[in-house]
């Protein structure tokens, strides 16, 4: 689900959202500028910034991402470790199924890392026996997925058992728990419902960090919960090392441009792609969220931006995202710099 979330936004943003206006297409954007020309206050935070970046960025790679340092006692010991953290988050496993392991990846943020697969694993789920997929990251030491293989198991009633609040709060406990000792760097994350009225027996939060109170635009993480069993449905981590993370987010999170004057120089660049003509648009929420902030650090253009032979070299800027409708219906977000004022892209 949270999966098919990630792939959803992105064709949202990015084919989905065509140009903002119907004549002449906004298929430019002023370049991005270099961190030496971000606002003098942020010069000296960012001028020398180069962290490793894990992996490349989606799709997945090569088709056998085995790590060369996992053999013998230490791949025992990982999957033993595994075992034990699945067990502790699904005491209901049939632990007898958890012996099916191979090497895939999970996506984290834009980068990827080799991951334990356990497949075809058995778990009572609605009174029978359904087959589900789980991820382990050995070196994080968590599980990073929980998916069912064939899809939720749906009965014929539509009867639950607890709330939407309820269902909330059960969440964010499994969240708390799967996290464990990251936890620390996610208590204050911002929570929000995906496409909330489409499954009224479905709960799914999404879960953004927020890193000096701002939030970034694709940190994320989900949890499904099923209110007919009081359950999780599904799972997914895709927030980045906070290590790695919080080395590239060293520009002030305070903005220059408030989001007035971001809107007024979004419709400005509009109306100049329009031969001077006024473009006609009506902001809006994010697509398929109940809320989010505009204000956030721009994580979603890491390889276009900010990547070079395999380090980051530039750091995540703060930006205004704001998501519009134009008399055509379509929906569009234009990403202003916070800083600078600077029209980063408009989609």
């Known amino acids: 689900m949270v999966l098919a979330l990630f792939l ?20 430019e954007t002023q370049a991005i500028q270099s961190t030496e020309e971000v606002s003098s206050a942020n010069d000296t935070e960012s001028s020398s910034l180069k962290v490793p970046w894990p992996q490349e960025p989606w799709p997945p790679l090569d088709e056998n991402p085995v790590p060369p340092s996992y053999s013998g006692e230490k791949m025992d010991s990982a999957v033993k470790e595994a075992k034990q953290e699945i067990m502790r988050l699904f005491p209901d496993i049939d632990e007898s199924t958890l012996d099916n392991v191979s090497w895939g990846y999970n996506g984290y943020n834009s980068y990827q890392m080799p991951v334990l697969v356990f497949s075809n694993v058995m778990e009572p789920y609605g009174g029978k026996d359904t087959a589900v997929e789980i991820r382990y990251d050995p070196e994080r030491k968590i599980v990073c997925s929980y998916t069912l293989q064939n899809g939720v198991f749906c009965q014929d009633s539509d009867k639950t058992i607890i709330s939407r609040d309820e269902a909330k709060e059960h969440a964010l406990e499994f969240y708390k728990k799967a996290n464990a000792n990251e936890y620390e760097y996610h208590k204050d994350d911002f929570v929000t419902v995906f496409n909330d009225e489409n499954d009224p027996q479905l709960y799914d939060a999404d879960i953004t960090t927020k890193y000096k109170g701002i939030i970034y635009s694709f940190d994320n993480s989900g949890v ?41 120089i979004l419709e400005k660049y509009l109306k100049d792609k329009n031969d001077g003509e006024e473009v006609s648009i009506e902001y809006c929420p994010r697509y398929e969220y109940d809320s989010f902030p505009n204000l956030m650090w721009d994580d979603n253009t890491v390889m276009d931006n900010c990547l070079e032979d395999g380090y980051i070299v530039r750091p995540f800027k703060l930006v205004w995202e704001l998501p519009y409708t134009t008399s055509n219906g379509r929906m569009h977000y234009g990403i202003i710099d916070a800083h600078t004022g600077d029209v980063l892209y408009v989609l």
């Open 8 to 27: 959803i936004i992105i064709a949202v943003l990015v084919s989905g959202c065509t140009s903002a206006e119907d004549s002449k297409p906004a298929t």
């Open 224 to 264: 499904g919960y099923d209110l007919r069993y009081d359950r999780v449905w599904n799972y997914y981590n895709g927030q980045g090392s906070h290590d790695i993370m919080s080395q590239i987010t060293t520009l002030s999170p305070t903005p220059d441009i408030t989001i007035d004057e971001a809107k007024e």
